[in-house]
């Protein structure tokens, strides 16, 4: 693929009005979605939206396509089911308030990719770190621009991924909860952040 072309496709990508609402738990979608473009030109049929990408959003073909991948053979369930591994990482989860700042640490000794997303679109993505009692994440601060929003903090493992966002109670602004999210090979499960660890730190800060 030529720089031109990904260039458009990038810029295509950036403005799109369309987010997959599960897969962007776990996921910088956007950062994804081009690379797995730039990696899969043909199964992305990158030759159907060009030139011109971002002309009528016909890059969300390629995004419906990444959601399939991603997503495709996976139910929404609800808390029923919860593999073992993924409650044992939960409940060992601790949140502390430092100074202006909410930290959020994952007790279990595991290696994950691990995504953060705050407010507005900013994000960022570490490799095979290691996690434990020790490593603090700072997932909120008092100083950051629209902190109260909330947040996503995902972990990444082979067999399964886990997600921890607080958002808004049926979409009532002003009303949230913390919720977590487990994908595993055949379902995504949704439940309430509380019945595995304290999330007063969290909505200390949060407002939906």
Same mark, same amino acid.
């Given at each position: #693929?030529?720089?031109?072309? #990904? ?8 403005? #799109? ?95 994950? +990719? ?25 997932? #909120? ?17 082979? +067999? ?30 949704? +439940? ?5 660890? +304290? ?10």
């Amino acid at each position: #693929m030529e720089q031109r072309d #990904m260039n458009e496709i990038k810029a295509a990508i950036k403005y #799109m009005d369309y987010k997959p609402a599960l897969l962007s738990k776990f996921y910088d979608v956007k950062s994804l979605l081009f690379n797995e473009i730039v990696e899969n030109e043909d199964a992305y049929k990158v030759s159907s939206i060009m030139p011109n990408p971002a002309n009528d959003n016909k890059i969300i073909k390629c995004m419906n396509i990444l959601e399939k991948k991603y997503m495709g053979k996976r139910e929404k369930a609800g808390d029923a089911g919860i593999p073992e591994k993924a409650v044992s990482i939960l409940k060992s989860i601790k949140t502390k308030t430092e100074g202006t700042a909410i930290s959020l640490s994952v007790g279990s000794n595991i290696t994950a +990719d691990v995504y953060l997303k705050i407010p507005r679109g900013n994000s960022m993505e570490i490799k095979n770190m290691k996690l434990g009692e020790d490593t603090w994440i700072h997932v #909120m601060n008092f100083f950051h621009p629209y902190t109260s929003e909330g947040f996503t903090f995902a972990i990444r493992m082979e +067999d399964m991924s886990i997600s921890i966002e607080p958002s808004a109670l049926d979409g009532i602004k002003g009303q949230g909860d913390v919720f977590v999210y487990v994908m595993t090979e055949y379902a995504v499960y949704q +439940d309430f952040a509380s019945k595995y660890f +304290d999330t007063g730190d969290i909505l200390s800060l949060y407002r939906g």
